[in-house]
């Protein structure tokens, strides 16, 4: 199980790398194959992180309370954790499975901000698929 948990954080940091490492290079070197693959290929990490972090939240359930039941026995299965993952995710945070302590709102945090990492890189890669528009301005041309 922990050989599946270190490369689940190794896919999870190669994918948050490339992601980044794209949104600095410029526009003119991004030559996708086709822009409906690119975007899936967003998606498909986008739900390989999903379940990457369901199976983080699956073995690391003591770190995770449920408000209705028993403290993490929400948690202990994979469609509960998967749940909270997506959740998570879709930050709708419904609040009935929360953080127990300090490294359990650490992995949640890490999720929330490589959502909004993939949601900032899908918005750049749709705005760099757009068309130019043509400019008045005499310069510019």
Not at 98 to 124: D, E, K, N
């Amino acid at each position: 199980m922990y050989i599946v948990l270190v490369f689940a954080g190794a896919r999870i940091l190669e994918i948050v790398t490339h992601h980044i490492y794209r949104l600095f290079l410029p526009a003119q070197s991004l030559k996708p194959h086709s822009h409906r693959r690119s975007i899936m290929l967003l998606f498909f990490n986008y739900v390989e992180i999903l379940f990457c972090f369901a199976l983080f939240y699956n073995c690391l359930s003591f770190l995770f309370q449920n408000q209705a039941f028993q403290p993490s026995s929400f948690v202990n299965s994979f469609l509960g954790s998967l749940y909270f993952s997506l959740v998570t995710m879709s930050t709708l945070g419904y609040g009935d499975v929360v953080p127990r302590g300090r490294w359990g709102a650490v992995l949640v945090c890490t999720q929330v901000l490589i959502r909004l990492l993939l949601g900032l890189s899908l918005l750049t890669r749709v705005i760099s698929f757009l068309p130019k528009p043509r400019s008045r301005d005499s310069q510019e041309q």
